[in-house]
């Protein structure tokens, strides 16, 4: 373990709003020394600001230069379901309460742009009841996707039971995919989540070859790059199905395998980390379709404050300068006792 100290480099009042996500401007492949942007997505209500009334909001922190880079509300009638960041662009899935419309909207947020409108990208529509319920979902990945037929950004966005594929340029459609074996895929209700529990993690693999969404019961895998093509299906064991995925990562290790890492949360501030693999030959693809979960232990050292050794992890990523498996978790005390918490 490596003891950490954090400064803070700024800050923005968060009142009128939780905050539901945040998105790291991810370089770990670039030669710059750190992350240049950090968003986070700050929900009006459970029904969006067409039911406060207030408008929800995306803070941009430009991390280079230490300041809140800009703001970015939601259009009137309008709510945020999703959140990503890249490139220093920021994409956004709306919904617009009114009428059903979808849409992923761009901005530039560096500081040229200052949160510009660049695009919008228009996504199927939906029935308005239909609309306060769906789970919907936004990953963006930059690495480009020739086999797809996509160039440079590809968008990845749920709703309900689909996946698509999308080209971040042209908003051109690559692939689309069904998630199956999810018996909530078109409402919210069993994924806690500060915005009305309409949560529904996607996330792509660092490489950009895999996509994953999150179900009920674990996380579904598809082939980015050749039609969405369902791959893999991880499932949590059942101590874990009692919480929702909140959060997953993907990236390609030895092998031809990919690691997989879930957090897990219930809703109540308790969460969880699992560790997975995936991959390898294409006979053991065909036939272990429910890759081993491994789950990282919840339960500190003897030290804590509450006495009890229970802590709650409230983040985990992989250690981007380490390959492999290697895992940094922030974690929080837990028991109810107000113990400390650390990073890992």
Not at 218 to 241: H, M, N, S, V, W
Not at 307 to 328: D, L, Y
Request: charged share 15%; with cysteine.
């Amino acid at each position: 373990s490596h003891r950490l100290q954090s400064t803070v480099v700024a800050s923005v009042d968060a009142a009128g709003g939780t905050v539901v996500e945040l998105a790291f401007e991810d370089t770990t492949s670039s030669s710059s020394a750190g992350p240049a942007f950090l968003a986070a997505r700050l929900s009006s209500g459970p029904s969006g600001s067409s039911g406060s009334g207030r408008p929800d909001r995306i803070v941009v922190w430009d991390l280079s230069r230490g300041v809140v880079g800009c703001v970015l509300s939601s259009p009137p009638s309008t709510a945020y379901h999703g959140l990503s960041l890249t490139n220093g662009t920021v994409y956004a899935l709306s919904v617009q309460g009114e009428t059903g419309r979808v849409a992923i909207l761009v901005h530039d947020v560096t500081a040229e742009g200052g949160g510009k409108l660049v695009r919008k990208i228009k996504c199927p529509g939906l029935d308005v009841e239909e609309a306060k319920t769906i789970k919907l979902g936004l990953a963006v990945s930059g690495n480009g996707l020739s086999a797809a037929g996509g160039e440079g950004v590809v968008v990845a966005v749920r709703m309900g039971g689909t996946l698509r594929l999308l080209d971040g340029a042209t908003g051109r459609r690559l692939a689309k995919g069904k998630i199956r074996g999810d018996d909530s895929a078109a409402n919210g209700n069993s994924s806690p989540s500060s915005d009305g529990g309409r949560s529904a993690p996607v996330a792509f693999s660092s490489d950009g070859h895999l996509v994953a969404a999150a179900t009920a019961a674990g996380l579904q895998i598809f082939d980015a790059a050749e039609g969405g093509r369902a791959l893999y299906t991880i499932k949590c064991g059942p101590q874990q199905q009692q919480r929702s995925i909140a959060g997953a990562a993907i990236r390609p290790i030895e092998g031809g395998k990919y690691a997989v890492l879930l957090l897990l949360a219930d809703g109540e501030g308790g969460g969880a980390a699992c560790l997975a693999e995936c991959g390898g030959s294409a006979a053991a693809a065909a036939i272990d379709a429910l890759a081993t979960l491994r789950c990282a232990s919840s339960t500190g050292d003897d030290g804590d404050d509450d006495g009890t050794g229970s802590r709650n992890i409230a983040a985990a990523a992989f250690h981007s300068a380490s390959p492999g498996n290697r895992v940094v978790v922030l974690s929080i005390g837990g028991g109810g006792g107000g113990g400390r918490g650390g990073v890992e």
